[in-house]
């Protein structure tokens, strides 16, 4: 069977909140990384598309690189980054290719109160050292949950996925590693929600400017950042705030 393949423009066109984004890696921690987990891909993240802002990413990574649009700042580790501009830095900075796999299931306003509540707790913690990253997973692996001081992409999913009631909580975050996430794993969701195979996103070597938007409030593309928040719009930071009264 051939493979499913989209243009960047139409996948993140396509994407919404709880969609997963697959990449694998050629470098040597790449290939480490597949290598102890026994997985075809070595970093997952999680589409984040709410109301009119553009889809985010939430993923946790080392780079510094893009501006974090929860605090508005540059750190490492846990962030939510512009999707498109999230895609094109793993797929030509780093050397990665990119696969999509929808969400299929109603992502409620409970869900995504419950997504903004988990990106609230967890952006900004730091990724663990190479060492201490698989001490957590082997830790996990034994069902042995990990304090919060330092976490990794899959987590990131996972804890996501528990909040918004996606996956039990029976398994600490700490057991998940990227490959689980890929199609050949029985990940077993709940509320009857199931993931799609993977959708391979082709990338541009060169980033090219974002076609002219479809259609709904929610297929703005491109790099965000302050400027490109109209005006009326707010962030995602401002958006929580809104949804608490606060």
């Known amino acids: 069977m051939d493979e ?7 996948a993140v066109d396509l994407t919404r909140t709880g969609d997963l984004w697959l990449f694998r890696g050629r470098s040597a921690a790449d290939h480490a990384i597949r290598a102890v987990t026994n997985a075809p891909v070595n970093h997952v993240g ?6 009119d802002l553009p889809p985010l990413m939430w993923h946790a990574e080392l780079s510094k690189g893009l501006l974090d649009v929860w605090t508005g700042t540059h750190h490492r580790g846990v962030q939510l980054h512009d999707l498109r501009a999230a895609v094109e830095q793993w797929s030509n900075r780093y050397d990665q290719r990119s696969w999509l ?3 299929h299931t109603p992502v409620t306003p409970a869900m995504e109160d ?4 988990t990106i609230a707790r967890m952006n900004g913690t730091p990724f663990p050292a190479t060492a201490t990253l698989a001490g957590r997973w ?7 949950p990990a304090a919060l001081e330092s976490t990794y992409c899959a987590e990131v999913v996972a804890g996501t996925y528990q909040a918004m009631g996606l996956l039990d909580g029976a398994r600490p975050t700490n057991y ?9 794993d029985d990940l077993e969701l709940l509320r009857g929600a199931e993931l799609g ?6 990338v541009p070597r060169f980033p090219e400017p974002a076609t002219p938007a479809s259609t709904g409030p929610h297929r703005r593309t491109g790099l965000l950042s302050r400027s490109r928040l109209g005006r009326g719009q707010v962030g995602p930071r401002a958006l ?3 949804r608490r009264g606060t």
């Open 197 to 202: 195979e993977e959708i391979r996103v082709r």
């Open 46 to 51: 999680m589409a984040v598309v709410l109301d």
């Open 176 to 184: 998940y590693h990227p490959g689980m996430f890929w199609s050949g």
């Open 101 to 103: 796999r929808q969400l």
């Open 138 to 144: 082997l830790r996990g692996r034994l069902r042995q």
């Open 240 to 242: 929580w705030a809104r």
């Open 4 to 10: 499913a393949v989209l243009s960047l423009d139409a």
């Open 114 to 117: 419950a997504v903004l509540r």
